[in-house]
Each structure stands twice: as C-alpha cells, then as structure tokens.
C-alpha cells in the first residue's frame, strides 16, 4: 500500500526548456540577489527608511548617524554600500555629504518600505475560529441591509444592499477576529452611504488618506484632522490593502488624539471609488498610484515615515510632522472655501 501511494504521487518532472522559461533568468537573479544582500542589514534599511520620507528630500550623512550608536567609518560604511547598489545618490557639499535616493530607484524604494515591509513585519496567522464563524454571516449580513434599507428609504433599497455587501466583502479580505464583523460593516456601510449621498456644494470640505494598511498614517491624519478642525474640514482614511487591525504604536497614539474609547473603534477599511469621489482633497502616503484620477478632485502626495515600523519615539516624531501637514491643509481649505462663498 505505502509501494502504490508513493507511485500515485510521484511527480512528473516538465519538461527542462519549459520550466526554465517561466523562471527568472539567471543574470537577473544574480542582480538582484546582490540588491538584496545590500539590503539585509536593518541599519541601512533605516537609512533608507529616514532618507526616503526627508522633507528636504535628501539627507545629511550627520543626520543619519544618529540613527544608531555606530562609529563614523561604520556609517561610512552601510552608506557606501547603498551607494554602490544604486540604492543611493551622494553630493558633498563642503564638510558633509548628502545623500538622496536616485528618481530611478524611488518606486522599488517605495514598494519595499511601503508594501513589504508591513507584510513581513504583520502578525501572522488567523482566529483559529474564522471558519467556523463565517457560515452564518450571510444571513447576519442580509439582515443588517434590510434594517438599513429600512432605515433609510429614500436612498434606495438595491443600492443599500450593494453597498452591505460589498462593504461586508471588503472588509472580510483582511479579517482576523470574524466577532466584530457585522458592526464594523455596518459602520463602514454607513459611511459609505453618507458618501454616496453628500452635497458636495453645502457640505464642509472632505479629505481622504490613503495608505496601503490604513493601520497607521492615514489613521493618524484622519484624527488629526478631525480633532483640529471641529467640523468645519472632515477626514476619512482608507487603504489599498487594509491590515487586519491598526497598529499597537498607532492605536496608542490616537488615545492621545482623541480618547480610549473613539480610538478603539478605528479599523482599517479598504479604499473604494464612492470615497474617492465624495472627497475634495485626497491625501496618498506610501501607496503609490492606487487612487482612481476622479475629476474635481485634488490630489496630494505626503512622504511621511511608517508609524508601524518605528520606534516610540519615531512614531510621535511622524505623528508630529503630519499634525503640522494637516494644520496647513485644513488652512488652505478653509481660505478656498471662503474664497468660493465671497
């Protein structure tokens, strides 16, 4: 018996040519083999980590040698290396050096920090009972559209249940604790909804942030400008593949912002067209160019460090840099809007 289990699984090798040439070719594994070795050592990813989010757009060589309790030449050294990649850009301008990330390595810089970084460094695995708990959601999702369609009739039942659905279908992708999913969705739900039905020319102006997690930064400027602006500018956050939950180091923070218990019922939600459309400015952080182009709608982009992946003190030190981006923001709103009324 073991004799013919072993036969029927035995594998039947492809054929050499086909196999090779869905494989990547062997100079360009030993490229980026190379690229990756440069990479491995956490100081020089946080090199390039600090580099990349510089509001100056470059950095001094001082200022990155305070990022670890290393000797100067060591600096030197992990610099260099980075250099020697292409991963960096150097420029020395009387005593010092600067160093920038060249424009042709920005997006390969920006998908590494941006969208593997929190994959690798996410919590893995799933809510032992996910399975078990998904089977009678359908008829809890059903229900949670008819009470909504009920409440709201003069939006329009059909469209109520579309937005249930996909509401409850966006935010399942990434669930980890299945128990909290029905209010989540009709949270989410309702945002939406309210979205889809803005006035546009009487309501207050709405900024969306995007980030790829909505686990830290656009979580972070979405309170922040909620709590600035007392009403007169609202935010909303969204993420172009939303974590399970926000982050510890963020979560804290937004306590600080704006109580225990509002903190507490943040989650991250995946980013759709009806938001996009219903904002007037859209804030992208790190996610590259995932937002939809809608007309009449402004965009910006913020490079601003991952709260998720710093320390304590690094993330209040990027809590603090998008305070003062959304304190000039709301500004710049509230003139145009004045500007618009006169």
């Known amino acids: 018996m073991a004799a013919e289990a072993a036969t029927a699984e035995a594998c039947t090798p492809a054929p050499a040519p086909a196999l090779a040439a869905h494989a990547i070719a ?29 509001p100056r757009g470059e950095s001094c060589v ?4 305070e990022l670890a309790d290393v000797s100067q030449p060591t600096v030197s050294h992990h610099l260099r290396v980075l250099r020697d ?16 990330i060249p424009p042709g390595r920005r997006g390969a810089v920006a998908a590494l920090l941006d969208e593997f970084a ?11 009972a996910r399975t078990e708990t998904l089977r009678d959601m359908d008829a809890r999702v059903t229900r949670l559209a008819e009470e909504l369609a009920a409440e709201l009739a003069g939006v329009g039942r059909e469209l109520v249940f579309a937005i249930v659905r996909e509401s409850y279908a966006g935010l ?25 039905t803005r006035e546009r020319d009487s309501a207050a102006p709405q900024v969306l942030f995007v980030c790829v997690a909505n686990a830290g930064r656009s979580q972070l400027a979405a309170a922040l400008l909620n709590r ?23 979560r804290s923070l937004l306590s600080g912002i704006e109580g225990e218990a509002a903190s507490a019922e943040r989650f991250p939600k995946p980013l759709t067209d009806d938001a996009v459309r219903a904002a007037d400015v859209v804030v992208t ?13 402004r965009y910006e982009d913020w490079a601003v460090g991952d709260p998720a992946l710093a320390s304590t003190e690094g993330a209040e030190a990027i809590r603090d840099d998008i305070e003062a981006r959304v304190r000039t923001l709301i500004d710049i709103l509230l003139i145009d809007g004045k500007k618009t009324r006169s």
């Open 26 to 54: 062997v100079d360009a594994a030993t490229a980026l083999s190379g690229a990756l070795k440069a990479l491995a050592d956490p100081l020089r990813l946080r090199m390039l980590s600090a580099i990349s989010t510089d």
């Open 228 to 250: 600035i602006a007392e009403g007169r500018v609202v935010a909303r956050s969204a993420g172009s593949a939303p974590a399970a939950e926000v982050h510890p180091h963020v």
């Open 62 to 65: 001082c200022d990155l040698a």
């Open 85 to 100: 990649t292409g991963f960096l850009a150097s420029e020395r301008r009387g005593t010092w050096v600067w160093y920038r």
């Open 285 to 297: 952080m790190g996610c590259g160019d995932v937002c939809p182009v809608i007309p009449g709608v």
């Open 172 to 196: 399942v992708r990434s669930a980890r604790v299945t128990r909290h999913l029905i209010p989540l969705t009709e949270r989410f739900a309702r945002q939406r909804l309210t979205d889809l």
């Open 118 to 128: 929190p994959v690798v460094v996410a919590r893995a695995g799933e809510d032992a």
